[in-house]
């Protein structure tokens, strides 16, 4: 339900941008543009909200024969938090994201004798540094895709079974990764817009299991697509 309002505000906000780029008709043309457009932003910063995202968790190879059978099973998440942009030049920016994340997995496994030990909930932080290098579709329209850093938290994760616990073996990794996305600004200062966040995270955790010690290296590999809704200077 939450997801449906934000596209509609979403929907609604970047039609506005159309009109009053465009007049009447709602198209862009250059005279239009040329006539109404808005001043080039040096500085944006927004509010962000995930409305798709999913994790996916690697072990190394020298790691499989031992967990053969083991998986950390994604199930759901939720994410937001804030995104700060500072123009460089015309066409590049520099990028500095930060995010809430919660994140709802499972493990299987015939280590452990059940087809689920248990089912966990951790909330992590994370840090988004990079550059992003922008196209100017229209005079109210920008297009971005760039290379960045993440840097993960990792939170201590919340179980349902009582026998199983879980500790973060790792506080802090540092990945890889790829943002892209658009926004849209409107009435002069507001932008809306969609950001997407691709990662790869070397992390690890340990398992207390019936007082036995369960240590696990693996790659998370995610996605986060989100709503943005800021201002711009």
Known sequence: MKNATLLTIAIALISMGN????????????????MKSNSAESFTIAYKHSVIGFDKFILPNSQKA??????????????????????????????????????????TGRNYGEAEVY????????VNIGIEKH?????????YVGPNIPIKLNGKAKTDNMEVTEHSARQGSIGGG???GLYCKVLKVITIGADMEGYAIPTS??????????YQKFTNIGMN??????LAF
């Not at 196209?135 to 297009?143: E, G, K, S, T």
């Open 19 to 34: 009109s009053y780029a465009g007049g009447k008709t709602g198209i862009c043309t250059k005279t239009s543009c040329a």
């Open 135 to 143: 196209w100017h579709v229209n005079r109210v329209l920008r297009v």
């Open 119 to 126: 089912r966990a909930e951790r909330t992590d932080a994370s």
């Open 205 to 214: 955790h340990n398992l207390e299991i019936a007082d036995e010690f369960i």
């Open 178 to 180: 790829l943002a892209a």
């Open 66 to 107: 031992e967990f053969m059978n083991d998986q950390m099973n994604f199930n759901d998440k939720t994410s937001y938090g804030f995104l700060i942009r500072g123009m460089a030049k015309e066409k590049l920016g520099i990028r500095l994201a930060a995010a809430k994340e919660t994140i709802d997995y499972s493990i």
């Open 225 to 230: 697509a989100n709503l943005t809704l800021g």
